[in-house]
């Protein structure tokens, strides 16, 4: 077979969307696709959403990228890329969030900042049983940081592991988590959208490697109700004019060495702490796992070394300081989700909203923090469409459209529980 190419997006719901085109179309720049993709759902109602045009004709988009970022991909004779979503004017479509995550660059950028991201991916591995019900990997001898064939008894960690490689995306880590089969998946720093770039590919080819060896691997943030929660971690950083971090104030990392950007960052993160919840957990089952003394971001509140607070402080000084936000999970459309922390933090820093006291309890027994997000879905909507400063700095439109879409998820999700849940979900993130 001729070298072909998967052309793809990463749509409102997290969803890859894409087209194979033969190798005569290689040389071309961009393909077209129906707009109101945006409307449909993940049980595939098509719904009138804002933006998506469902009663205006379904019109199309165009999906535009450049020559430069085609890559080889981890299946024969393919070539991959992502692009970004035009309307029909030739203007960058307000519903594509990776147009979101080059805007939020841009901002900082008029500061002379360049944003660097780094991202962590939990997820856990499924296998059908003889029923065809979906149960957990057998990993009988898992641990956290477990390695090797008792954490991951067919190794198609050692496949991602290989293939990633070939790929070229550059892996900092690949350990078992704390709940086997729970698997964490870590990429290292980049330019924000190289790095979501290659966290959203690294994504669909760790899924669709397992899947050869028969495992659904869900990024899912509670698909195991008596197991923990995946998160999706966001680190960042900045470059400065000169290249160095802007974060770091010396050598020394840790609270007591921040600096003024740093705390402007944390002001911004904790003021639309809940707006924040509503795009970057975005599913009902998000809210299973956003609950207190989980480790999950649930409470509005900053810390040190503290795996307990929303917003951890690394301890690490001078080119590693950084931020780590830890509310976010993978059923969040990586652009979106970055764009918006990127958001927030800037907010932050032009507005000066106050940063409170650090955390000082254990985020187990005890918590400083008052406030945290909703408990579920439907409030965190709510929550984002009072943060109008949040919504209007993302994307207004965007916004809508992600609000009426999960408007009617809380009215899908209402009745569903268990396995049910899991299973509106689980084969889409």
């Keep these: 077979m001729k070298t072909r190419l998967r052309a793809l997006f990463c749509d409102h719901l997290s969803i890859m969307r894409g087209k194979y085109l033969p190798n005569s179309k290689i040389a071309d720049s961009s393909t077209r696709f129906c707009l109101s993709v945006f409307g449909t759902h ?10 998506s045009k469902v009663k205006a004709g379904l019109p199309d988009m165009e999906l535009k990228w450049l020559h430069d970022d085609i890559r080889d991909s981890w ?7 992502l692009g970004d979503l035009y309307d029909d004017e030739g203007g960058l479509l307000p519903l594509c969030p ?22 962590e991916l939990e ?16 990993a009988p001898g898992g641990v956290v940081y477990g390695t090797g064939p008792y954490s991951d008894p067919l190794r198609f960690n050692d496949r991602i592991w290989a293939m990633a490689d070939e790929m070229g995306f550059s892996l900092d880590m690949i350990t078992a988590e704390f709940d086997s089969p729970q698997f964490e998946y870590t990429l290292t720093f980049d330019d924000a959208v190289k790095a979501v770039d290659d966290i959203v590919l690294f994504r669909l080819m760790a899924r669709e490697i397992a899947l050869e060896y028969g495992i659904v691997l869900t990024f899912m943030p509670k698909p ?9 971690h966001i680190n960042f950083s900045f ?12 050598p020394r990392g840790g609270p007591d060495h ?6 402007g960052c944390l002001g911004g993160l904790l003021h639309h702490h809940k707006g924040l919840a509503g795009l970057i957990a975005p599913t009902a089952n998000s809210y299973l796992r956003l609950q207190p003394g989980s480790l999950s971001g649930f409470w509005q509140n900053w810390g040190g070394d503290h795996r307990n607070v929303t917003t951890r402080i690394s301890s690490e000084g001078g080119a590693k300081a950084r931020l780590e936000h830890r509310m976010a999970d993978a059923s969040a459309n990586p652009y979106t989700a970055v764009a918006a922390v990127l958001h927030a933090a800037r907010l932050g820093v032009e507005n000066g909203h106050q940063l ?41 439109e965007l916004v809508a459209n992600h609000v009426y879409m999960k408007q009617k998820e809380v009215r899908k999700t209402r009745d569903l529980e268990g396995d049910a849940l899991r299973d509106f979900y689980v084969y889409f993130i």
């Design 42 to 51: 993940y049980d595939k109602d098509l719904l009138d959403a804002p933006g």
């Design 75 to 81: 299946h024969a004779d393919t070539k991959i890329v």
């Design 98 to 119: 990776r147009g979101a995550l080059k805007r939020s660059v841009a901002a900082w950028q008029e500061k002379g900042l360049t944003p660097k991201v780094g991202i």
């Design 123 to 138: 997820a856990f591995a499924l296998q059908a049983d003889d029923a065809g019900r979906l149960m957990p990997y057998d």
């Design 224 to 232: 195991i109700a008596e197991g923990g929660g995946s998160g999706m």
């Design 239 to 250: 470059t400065d004019e000169a290249g160095g971090n802007a974060l770091s104030s010396g």
């Design 258 to 263: 921040m600096n003024d950007l740093a705390r």
């Design 356 to 396: 409170p006291p650090m955390e000082t309890g254990d985020g187990f027994d005890h918590t400083d923090a008052k406030e945290g997000t909703a408990i579920d879905l439907k409030g965190a909507v709510a929550d984002l469409e009072r943060d109008t400063a949040l919504a209007q700095a993302v994307g207004s």
